[in-house]
């Protein structure tokens, strides 16, 4: 949809090599905020449950008890079905109400789609080591 | 506006000009590594680690990022509360670099940074110097010592030790602990907020009580707190205090330090003097020993203010800062700076890109505590940008735990689990 509008704006610029750098600013503020700004604001939303659910929702599962916590390939419905639940207090829960009820209808629907598109890869259960001496 | 970013536009330009095609992704046009530009961070914390990782990644490898950090470890302080109750090892918290720095192809400088030139962009270390385009200074907190002149050896943190910053200060402790004889006295003092972790203090107590009640169960913890109560997860603290440790933990408000007597381990408040067997003194605090390097305290307040859309610095450009140091009424913990961490590394990425960062940022923190071996509540909130105040507020919806719970400390250990794995993998 923006990309015709890009193109055009594009084409407007070869053509009129003069006026260039002015042109060329106003290229970039259009690929901003056309294409930019949710995919932002969704990648560093989606970082901020990784504390939880992993790095793109791929959690460490040590026991099966939290297998629901990778979100990773996550089915969008799903998703947002669950947490529209937390949202409105339809749905129990010990701690996501107090996230899901903090986020828009349109952020929920933005991690749904963002977490259905990431490859579930499983991650690494970090292995501990040693404290040496001259730590502080 | 910086150097690199006008190469990085007119290469933009260019590169559009010549293959007919406008770039969706300029970083791959211009066949040069690293294109656009070097990121130094100073400090391998939470808030460091993580903003290295995730700049690699979003700029798809396309900036080239230097952590320097004194450290060969990272040693977690979420959980080492858990130290002090005889649950966790110092061992269970201590993580090597090597995964994150090999996953991501981030260089790594372990190094003390011993000053910055903000106009000339450049760090200088002990053994060498780093230019940057743009520097993230994430040192964490430093202890402000003016009121407790004699807490300021070596020596007299060794006999009371803050275990404020995880390892073996923490070790100390736990030491102490097990050595005291039952019927013995363990005193800790808070300091007036903000400090690092709000509800870390009041979960310390819970440990040490934990251990107390299973090992010596005549001892005392007694708190005093220099704020006026309870500052986070006040009513679920108490609760467990009273159910789980009547006769152990005596909580006092108000209670601020006046003065230490280090050999005799007693603490003078304005109104009492407390004797104890096992002192730790939390001291007041300030923001880390590189922000107060390169000049990015506020005058009268010991933090750094930023733009909270890119945790660019007030006071000098180019620089950011993240995690505790940062001035806000955000809580100070680790998620927190990973949070933070992130927003910063998206802007970063964009601002070299040439681009605008998300004008309007959102992100959540959640924050567990242990209050004895197995039960666990949490403090979550989702915060967003605030564009007329410019400042991150708390979103409607928030809250804690209704009760601490067995199935809340499955969580947070898996929280734990991973929190790391995000931070150093």
Not at chain 1, 104 to 132: C, H, M, N
Not at chain 2, 170 to 180: I, P
């Amino acid at each position: 949809m923006h990309h015709n509008k890009l193109q055009k704006i594009f084409i407007a610029l070869i053509a009129s090599s003069v006026i260039w750098p002015l042109l060329a600013q106003t290229a970039e503020d259009v690929v901003v905020s056309a294409a930019q700004n949710s995919d932002l604001h969704a990648r560093v939303l989606a970082a901020s449950c990784a504390a939880c659910h992993g790095t793109n929702g791929n959690a460490v599962t040590g026991s099966n008890e939290n297998r629901n916590a990778i979100l990773a390939g996550r089915d969008a419905n799903d998703f947002t079905t669950i947490m529209l639940g937390f949202k409105d207090g339809s749905r129990e829960a010990t701690v996501m109400h107090h996230h899901a009820k903090g986020l828009t209808e349109d952020e929920i629907r933005q991690l749904a789609v963002y977490f259905s598109k990431q490859k579930p890869t499983g991650a690494v259960l970090l292995k501990p080591q040693t404290l040496k001496a001259y730590h502080e | 506006m910086n150097k690199n970013l006008t190469l990085t536009r007119r290469n933009f330009i260019k590169a559009g000009a010549a293959t007919g095609l406008l770039l969706a992704n300029p970083v791959f046009s211009m066949g040069r590594k690293p294109p656009l530009g070097r990121v130094v961070i100073v400090g391998g914390g939470y808030a460091g680690t993580t903003a290295a990782k995730y700049i690699r990644m979003w700029s798809l490898g396309a900036i080239e990022v230097v952590v320097v950090e004194k450290s060969s470890q990272f040693v977690s302080c979420p959980m080492s509360n858990l130290v002090l109750g005889g649950t966790k090892t110092i061992d269970d918290l201590t993580f090597g670099y090597d995964f994150v720095q090999k996953n991501h192809g981030i260089q790594w400088a372990q190094d003390e940074v011993t000053a910055i030139n903000t106009q000339a962009k450049k760090v200088i270390m002990k053994c060498g110097e780093l230019n940057y385009d743009r520097l993230i200074v994430a040192p964490g907190i430093d202890f402000d010592y003016a009121a407790l002149p004699n807490l300021m050896t070596k020596d007299a943190q060794q006999q009371i030790p803050h275990a404020w910053k995880a390892g073996w200060q923490t070790v100390n402790l736990r030491k102490q602990l097990e050595q005291m004889p039952d019927g013995g006295v363990f005193v800790m003092t808070i300091p007036k907020a903000p400090y690092r972790c709000p509800p870390g203090p009041y979960e310390r107590a819970c440990q040490v009580a934990s251990y107390f009640k299973a090992h010596k169960p005549n001892s005392k913890v007694i708190v005093l707190d220099a704020n006026a109560e309870v500052i986070s997860k006040k009513g679920l603290f108490q609760k467990a205090w009273k159910a789980l440790y009547p006769n152990i933990v005596e909580y006092r408000p108000n209670s601020a330090i006046v003065s230490v007597d280090v050999a005799t381990k007693t603490v003078i408040t304005e109104l009492d003097q407390v004797k104890a067997e096992v002192l730790n003194v939390i001291p007041p605090q300030q923001a880390g020993k590189v922000a107060q390097l390169a000049n990015l305290l506020e005058p009268d307040y010991p933090w750094c203010e930023v733009d909270f859309l890119t945790y660019e610095s007030k006071v000098a450009p180019n620089v950011h800062v993240i995690g505790d140091s940062v001035s806000s009424g955000l809580p100070k913990s680790a998620h927190m700076a990973t949070s933070q961490a992130r927003v910063c590394a998206s802007a970063i990425v964009e601002l070299m890109k040439g681009q605008s960062p998300d004008p309007a940022p959102v992100f959540a923190n959640t924050c567990y505590s242990f209050i004895d071996d197995k039960l666990a509540m949490h403090v979550a909130n989702v915060y967003r940008y605030d564009a007329p105040k410019k400042i991150m507020v708390p979103a409607e919806g928030g809250g804690v735990s209704a009760n601490a719970s067995a199935q809340e400390g499955v969580y947070a250990q898996a929280w734990a689990q991973n929190i790391w794995a995000d931070v150093l993998t």
